[in-house]
T-cell receptor, first 116, second 114 residues
Framework: GAGVSQTPSNKVTEKGKYVELRCDPI?????LYWYRQSLGQGPEFLIY????????DSGLPNDRFFAVRPEGSVSTLKIQRTERGDSAVYLC??????????????FGSGTRLTVV | AQSVSQHNHHVILSEAASLELGCNYS??????LFWYVQYPGQHLQLLLK??????LVKGIKGFEAEFIKSKFSFNLRKPSVQWSDTAEYFC????????????FGSGTRLQVQP
């Protein structure tokens, strides 16, 4: 597609539930990133995929968070046993292969997750 | 570890005023530097970037930024702001650590009054 698409745009879930957030990157972009943005803060890195593999998952806060990208395009961020502190806007970004940040990322509009 | 500080959390200006938003980073090696903007209700967009070469970088919509290595700074400037510049501005850095992650500052909310 023309841009990075994230669904749903909003998600409200109860504490302890499992959620999945989806990201559809720009066609042909092999690099995909997940960030989390809490209120009043800048985006915080979670995980980076190059193709199908997670090249850097050092930003995942704990083992309740997991992400996959099985075919090298769409990615799903999965959060188990959600906690109120997980409430944030989850951002996805993609970029072309190789050059890394040569053109900067293209961000999606994000999924606003609220855990009640 | 790398970090980014944006000292101005909320800036209010009148139209036609000049703008300078501060950004300082902490990283001892070579860096790539970015400014992103988020207009109300929209996604983050790249405003400008610095990789190497001329330390004065020009971006979209009349914005520019100057990389001063000795001060670890990458301040954003615009000579004359418009109401449409009302947005949140984020500075970000990527150090040459082999990691592709960006480290963002906490952002500066700019409000331009007509």
């Amino acid at each position: 597609g023309a841009g990075v698409s994230q669904t749903p745009s909003n998600k409200v879930t109860e504490k302890g539930k499992y959620v999945e957030l989806r990201c559809d990157p720009i066609s042909g972009h092999t690099a995909l990133y997940w960030y989390r943005q809490s209120l009043g803060q800048g985006p915080e890195f979670l995980i980076y995929f190059q193709g199908t593999g997670a090249a850097d998952d050092s930003g995942l806060p704990n083992d309740r968070f997991f992400a996959v990208r099985p075919e090298g395009s769409v990615s799903t961020l999965k959060i188990q046993r959600t906690e109120r502190g997980d409430s944030a806007v989850y951002l996805c970004a993609s970029s072309p292969a190789g050059g890394g940040h040569a053109d900067g990322y293209t961000f999606g509009s994000g999924t606003r997750l609220t855990v009640v | 570890a790398q970090s980014v500080s944006q000292h101005n959390h909320h800036v209010i200006l009148s139209e036609a005023a000049s703008l300078e938003l501060g950004c300082n980073y902490s990283y001892g090696g070579t860096v790539n530097l970015f400014w992103y903007v988020q207009y109300p209700g929209q996604h983050l967009q790249l405003l400008l970037k610095y990789f190497s070469g001329d330390p004065l970088v020009k971006g979209i919509k009349g914005f520019e930024a100057e990389f001063i290595k000795s001060k670890f700074s990458f301040n954003l400037r615009k000579p004359s702001v418009q109401w449409s510049d009302t947005a949140e501005y984020f500075c970000a850095v990527n150090g040459y650590t082999g990691r592709r992650a960006l480290t963002f500052g906490s952002g500066t909310r700019l409000q331009v009054q007509p």
